[in-house]
T-cell receptor, first 109, second 118 residues
Framework: GQNIDQPTEMTATEGAIVQINCTYQ??????LFWYQQHAGEAPTFLSY??LDGLEEKGRFSSFLSRSKGYSYLLLKELQMKDSASYLC??????????WGAGTKLIIKP | GAVVSQHPSRVICKSGTSVKIECRSL??????MFWYRQFPKQSLMLMAT?????????EQGVEKDKFLINHASLTLSTLTVTSAHPEDSSFYIC??????????????FGQGTRLTVV
């Protein structure tokens, strides 16, 4: 079956760095997405990886290893507003998104 | 970036009535739109894939007669929750792929609709 795993919850300190991991097993692979979702709101797009390696976008970076079925989202210089759920999703061979359950990130002062 | 507009953002309805939710792609054409449902503290659950000009494809366990989907144009898909009950209360989100970009790079989300059935 298809499966996306990511930690349920993580806690980090304001100003620090946090890495949120995502492992996946899917039927086919057409890219991996990271989304940020604040409570009560729709997800917002953060990143898309289809090739191996690191993609950097300001304070956020995303890494992909297709051979290992593994990705991580790296958040630097954490701010209180980064407190949110972070969703990992993989687009399978049918171009449908398979979603992880999300990682709730709690930022402490 | 591309914008997907979803309306209404919040709706409260009486049990037994029907509610229509609209999803519009504002600056691109979307042959395919997706409808999701999200329960509190849970991930998005794909309900159905809406295809312009043809019938929607529903995921297993989703009642197609209860959740009516109409994708009448390349920029509009609607989800109608018929004979709503309190257990249908949830957060409904639509997304659309920008076909001009090859359709595979991003799925843009609407703002979501919070449905409360009383």
């Amino acid at each position: 079956g298809q499966n996306i795993d990511q930690p349920t919850e993580m806690t980090a300190t304001e100003g620090a760095i946090v890495q949120i991991n995502c492992t996946y097993q899917t039927s086919g692979f057409n890219g991996l997405f990271w989304y940020q979702q604040h409570a009560g709101e729709a997800p917002t797009f953060l990143s898309y990886n289809v090739l191996d390696g690191l993609e950097e976008k300001g304070r956020f970076s995303s890494f992909l290893s297709r051979s290992k079925g593994y990705s991580y989202l790296l958040l630097k210089e954490l701010q209180m507003k980064d407190s949110a759920s972070y969703l990992c999703a993989v687009m399978d061979s049918n171009y449908q998104l398979i979603w992880g359950a999300g990682t709730k990130l709690i930022i402490k002062p | 970036g591309a914008v997907v507009s979803q309306h209404p953002s919040r709706v409260i309805c009486k049990s037994g009535t029907s509610v229509k939710i609209e999803c519009r792609s504002l600056d691109f054409q979307a042959t395919t739109m997706f409808w999701y449902r999200q329960f509190p503290k849970q991930s998005l659950m794909l309900m159905a894939t809406s295809n312009e000009g043809s019938k929607a494809t529903y995921e297993q366990g989703v009642e197609k007669d209860k959740f009516l989907i109409n994708h009448a144009s390349l920029t509009l898909s609607t989800l109608t929750v018929t004979s709503a009950h309190p257990e249908d209360s949830s957060f409904y989100i639509c997304s659309a792929k920008d076909e001009k970009q090859g359709g595979d790079t991003e799925a843009f989300f609407g703002q979501g609709t919070r449905l409360t059935v009383v």
